[in-house]
């Protein structure tokens, strides 16, 4: 488009330099040859006069045609200007179109580099879509193997279990027998039953607990008496009915005991709790350590989960001692951490011993933990410090519902755990992440401090119970088998197990040996 301009600019060109060339040539033959005038002297003959005549009428012909040509030129280059401007605005519209047409491709060209990134983010997405198609086929090949397995184990489970079912029903026709029998046995003596001399030997034992002392009279539903099984537990995880330890450690003197409970003597099973005394190594200072377990009601291994957790918790306490045993003896050092890590870990490492005990024995499978329940166990612990003074900080912690309780004035209070909104967190071991509580317990002269279950420290607190044990515990310090009799008093409606670890604090030795029990002394 801009050459065809271009060209008829140039022809307009020349079609005016043309026009002006023949107007110019006109014009120099018009003064070239001027009109013949008359020469002087001369006449002028007819001929030459029309001989003139015709040249001035020839030189105004060519004067008009010059005039004419020059309109006719002046015209053409008015129609060449109206030409060449109508090709500068077609040239200008051109050379907008052409603009139009740059930004079109422009726009066109934005919109293919857009689609080209749209086409590399498919193509990624599709290259994503098939790495996941690619590990979702990998993954159900694996769930495919996975439930073959399952199903061969299930298999093998439902063999296992129909096995089980079988002895489980050979054995509970043996506990019908042997129940059976015992009732049996039980109508047959029921005639016998607390003849005279049993009375007069009961009378006996409680002077004796006493050192020769009187007592207020006791209903003969709560009478102390030493309950012995029939007949021995079936269970081949059986426990000893009763244990009993103890220690006098200069300021301070503990008793420790746990009696099987009338409920699981009557239906032949065993003891579920657990106690423990010990003094662990790597303390710093000598420290005692209080421990009572108690199984949960309807674990099948629990007795024996609990006297393992209680040595495994000993064994934890000495691991940590580096970190316990300061912050016990040197509570006021800056630098001594707090005991809540240690305790977390060490109940943790406890719980897993459990665990790992009780797969190693096949009391649970080792599949999962959904039958840790056979092996639950709430622990109790607590740290006190031996040696001459007058207050001391103890440190009682545990997992689950075990509780401790001091006695002072004559007064039963729960020291641990600290509220009743603990109450309700009885999460036993070996479940992981089980709520793990700790608690600071002072005490001073005269306290005594009770590690003991919750059914037992539901007697302690009880108003009438409470108080019995309270007027034979707060003057001193009984001996041993009078600690387990009065421990396992026979009280209407207390028939779960029975067990403590009870801490006399003394405050100095010298105090502590005024209040033993010695042949002829008094209370």
């Known amino acids: 488009m801009i050459v065809v301009f271009s060209v008829l600019l140039v022809l307009c060109t020349v079609v005016i330099a043309v026009q002006g060339l023949r107007l110019r040539r006109a014009g120099a033959r018009a003064g070239a040859r001027p009109l013949p005038g008359p020469r ?88 994503r879509a098939g790495a996941e198609a690619r590990r979702a086929r990998g993954e159900a090949d694996a769930a495919h193997e996975q439930a073959a397995r399952l199903l061969t184990e299930t298999e093998a489970l439902r063999v296992r279990a129909g096995k089980a079912e079988e002895r489980a029903r050979q054995e509970a026709e043996s506990a019908r027998r042997a129940r059976k029998e015992a009732e049996e046995c039980r109508k047959a003596l029921e005639p016998m039953d607390d003849p005279d001399w049993v009375q007069s030997e009961l009378d006996e034992m409680r002077r004796l607990a006493t050192n020769g002392g009187t007592l207020p009279p006791v209903a003969d539903a709560d009478r102390p008496a030493t309950d012995i099984p029939q007949q021995l ?39 579920r709790d657990a106690v423990l005394l010990r003094v662990p190594v790597g303390m710093g200072r000598p420290t005692l350590l209080s421990a009572v377990a108690a199984g949960t009601p309807d674990g099948a291994w629990s007795q024996s989960a609990a006297s393992h957790a209680c ?96 006695l002072r004035d004559r007064t039963w209070t729960t020291v641990f755990p600290a509220g009743d909104r603990h109450i309700g967190e009885t999460t036993p071991l070996p479940v992981k992440g089980a709520p793990v509580r700790w608690l600071a317990v002072p005490s001073r002269e005269g306290d005594r401090l009770v590690v003991c279950t919750r059914p037992t420290a539901q007697l302690l607190l009880n108003e009438v119970t409470g108080s019995w044990f309270a007027d034979r515990w707060t003057d001193g310090q009984p001996r041993l088998t009078s600690f387990l009799l009065q421990l396992g008093a026979r009280i209407r409606g207390a028939v779960e197990d029975r067990t403590m670890a009870c801490v006399w604090d003394h405050g100095y030795a010298s105090h502590a040996a005024e209040t033993r029990y010695l042949p002829g002394s008094p209370r």
């Not at 015209?75 to 605005?89: D, I, V, W, Y």
């Open 40 to 127: 002087p002297g001369d006449r002028l003959p007819a001929a030459r006069a029309a001989e003139l005549e015709r040249a001035v009428t020839d030189g105004r012909r060519a004067v008009q045609r010059a005039e004419a040509e020059r309109d006719s030129a002046r015209s053409e280059l008015r129609g060449a200007r109206s030409e060449l401007e109508g090709a500068r605005s077609e040239r200008d519209s051109a050379l907008a179109e052409r603009d139009r047409a740059l930004e079109r491709a422009a726009d066109a060209a934005r919109e293919a580099e857009t689609a080209a990134e749209e086409a590399d983010g498919a193509r990624a997405t599709s290259e």
């Open 233 to 271: 537990p079936l269970s081949p995880d059986a426990t000893t009915d009763s244990v009993l330890d103890g220690a006098d450690l200069g300021a301070l003197v503990v008793r420790a005991a746990s009696v099987c409970g009338d409920g699981h003597r009557r239906r032949q099973q065993h003891r």
């Open 311 to 406: 040595r495994a918790l000993l064994t934890q306490i000495q691991n940590h001692a580096a970190v316990l045993g300061p912050w016990l003896h040197d509570e006021a050092a800056a630098d001594v951490p707090g005991p809540a890590a240690a305790l977390r870990l060490a109940l943790n490492d406890v719980g897993q011993a459990i665990r790992v005990e009780a797969r190693g024995r096949g009391w649970v499978s080792a599949e999962g933990t959904q039958d840790d329940r056979a092996v639950g166990v709430s622990l109790t612990g607590l740290l006190s410090p031996l040696g001459d003074s007058g207050t001391r900080t103890h440190l009682a912690f545990g997992v689950g519902d075990g509780m401790v309780l001091r």
